[in-house]
């Protein structure tokens, strides 16, 4: 019998708009009623957001909310660009403050640097924007701890970014940046491209794992791919694993995130029944 853990449900509004934005609260009902725990807001523009409304809102829904960040290129913290590095940092700050207001134990993303940013350069280069990006992460953190936040950095896949694709390599970040409000945040989607054993990447984070978003080999609904979902939650069992598991995908997204993220089809019937068949299959699988 396996040991029993305490996993939340939950589903990102990327799933469901883009930008994700006050006029779209009436889905905050659909998504409790869909079976989950959790909202996680991605914060793409916030000023489109009624924050107060939010928080009011979901806890009459009792859904929980996480954070997580959009990072184009005007919020690279290891741009050469100074002032984009400045907007980057300003943007992860202003996160944090959020993620405090709502509730969000955590602020989670490619933290980093830029979706998209893919390149050969010379290794001279490479070791400057990781000393910029080691730079803002360590202000980022501080602020995170004196906000009581932690901060996820996620690998992405290798088409999407030339920084940090495995979890090793975050690893190897979050320990130079020597800080103890840095942890990892996985996706499943990206590690099946990366790792060559998502369950062995999940015991080497251990305790450093931070948020998991479960997503299917595909980026469709969670259950109707390939990955090994039995063996990951043994892993997870394995390290006590206590935070939650997220869908995060596409189900209407705009145009620019259609190209960030390579979105070219439907990834299931319908956003509902993605979202619903995702929440069901999280809780047979993980609960």
């Known amino acids: ?110 933290l980093y640097s830029a979706v998209g940013k893919t390149r050969i350069v010379l290794a001279e280069q490479k070791q400057q924007e990781r000393a910029w990006c080691l730079e803002n992460l360590r202000i980022a953190a501080t602020a995170a701890a004196d906000h009581g936040i932690l901060l996820g950095v996620e690998p992405l896949n290798r088409f999407e970014t030339d920084m940090i694709n495995t979890v090793d390599q975050a690893l190897a970040l979050i320990a130079e940046a020597g800080h103890p409000s840095l942890r990892l945040s996985l996706d499943t989607f990206h590690a099946n491209i990366e790792e060559k054993d998502i369950p062995a990447a999940i015991r080497k984070a251990g305790n450093l794992l931070l948020h998991v978003q479960a997503n299917e080999s595909d980026r469709g609904t969670p259950g109707t791919g390939h990955l090994p979902w039995p063996a990951i939650r043994e892993a997870l069992d394995e390290i006590g694993y206590r935070g939650a598991v997220v869908l995060e995908t596409f189900g209407e997204p705009s145009e620019e995130l259609a190209r960030a993220a390579c979105i070219w089809r439907p990834l299931a019937g319908s956003t509902d029944e993605m979202a619903t068949e995702g929440a069901a299959f999280y809780k047979r699988m993980f609960t």
């Open 1 to 110: 019998m396996r040991k029993q853990t305490t996993i939340q449900a939950g589903i990102s509004t990327f799933v469901y708009a883009s930008p994700f934005k006050t006029a779209d609260f009436h889905l905050l009902p659909k998504i409790k009623s869909a079976g989950y725990d959790i909202v996680e807001v991605a914060v793409e523009q916030a000023g489109l957001i009624d924050w107060d409304l939010l928080v009011s809102m979901t806890a009459d829904l009792d859904l929980d909310i996480t954070l997580s960040g959009a990072f184009g290129p005007r919020r690279d913290i290891s741009s050469d660009n100074a002032a984009f590095r400045k907007e980057g940092l300003d943007y992860i700050l202003a996160c944090i403050r959020l993620a405090e207001k709502t509730g969000s134990p955590l602020f989670g993303g490619p």
